[in-house]
């Protein structure tokens, strides 16, 4: 039974416009939510994170939501460039896991077209 | 190093052969995780090392696989007698304590024929 799911296996976007990627999740002890961005023959780097006390985080470019009521969270990417295209992966955490075990979904291939 | 190393990048086992992959964490981070990576999946959790001590195994899909981290730093998986269903991306992540992000190496692929 998959705890996180990426419902959309890819994305394909204009350059300037604006991704939206999407992360469902069903444990309600997930508390901490992380995006990672994965280049092909790379590791995944973390991209930007949310904690469950808030519904919002910026940082530059990239905006996370969260609606915890829905077990939902989203990635905004604004303006798309193509630097950007690559599989980004929800990966929830709970905080009170041993550890920083991160539970991660199947992933979203972002294309961003010239 | 500045970031955290994995080898070999690329592993070619015959079925039966045991192998083991190494990771070098980034120097002085206290936890480190593994991660195994069928194609077109994320990655799942196999196992943690906090310093030496392996706190959660429950990830490892069968006891032909066995993880050490003898000095709390580089870390060793090893998977024994080889099955093609092994085969996936490895990858290893660290981080400098709890409620940090982790840094992931560039993964060991491993490909069982």
């Known amino acids: 039974d998959q705890q996180v799911k990426q419902n959309s296996p890819s994305l394909s976007v204009q350059e300037g416009r604006i991704s939206i990627l999407n992360c469902d999740y069903t444990n309600s002890m997930f508390d901490y939510f992380l995006w990672y961005k994965k280049y092909p023959a790379e590791g995944p780097t973390f991209l930007i994170s949310i904690s469950s006390i808030k519904d919002k985080n910026e940082d530059g470019r990239f905006t996370v939501f969260l609606n915890k009521s829905a077990k939902h969270l989203s990635l905004h990417i604004v303006p798309s460039q193509p630097g950007d295209s690559a599989v980004y992966f929800c990966a929830p955490n709970a905080l009170n896991n041993a550890g920083n075990m991160l539970t991660f979904g199947g992933g979203t291939r972002l294309m961003v077209k010239p | 190093g500045a970031g955290v190393s994995q080898s070999p990048r690329y592993k070619v086992a015959k079925r039966g052969q045991d192998v083991a992959l190494r990771c070098d964490p980034i120097s002085g981070h206290v936890s480190l995780f593994w991660y195994q990576q069928a194609l077109g999946q994320g990655p799942e959790f196999l196992t943690y090392?906090?310093?030496?001590?392996?706190?959660?195994k429950s990830g490892l899909p069968s006891d032909r696989f066995f993880a050490e981290r003898p000095e709390g730093s580089v870390s060793t998986l090893k998977i024994q007698r080889t099955q093609q269903e092994d085969s996936a991306v490895y990858l290893c992540?660290?981080?400098?304590?709890?409620?940090?992000?982790?840094?992931f190496g560039q993964g060991t692929r491993l490909t069982v024929v």
């Open positions: 992540a660290s981080h400098p304590n709890t409620n940090t992000e982790a840094f």
């Open positions: 090392f906090q310093n030496e001590a392996q706190l959660d």
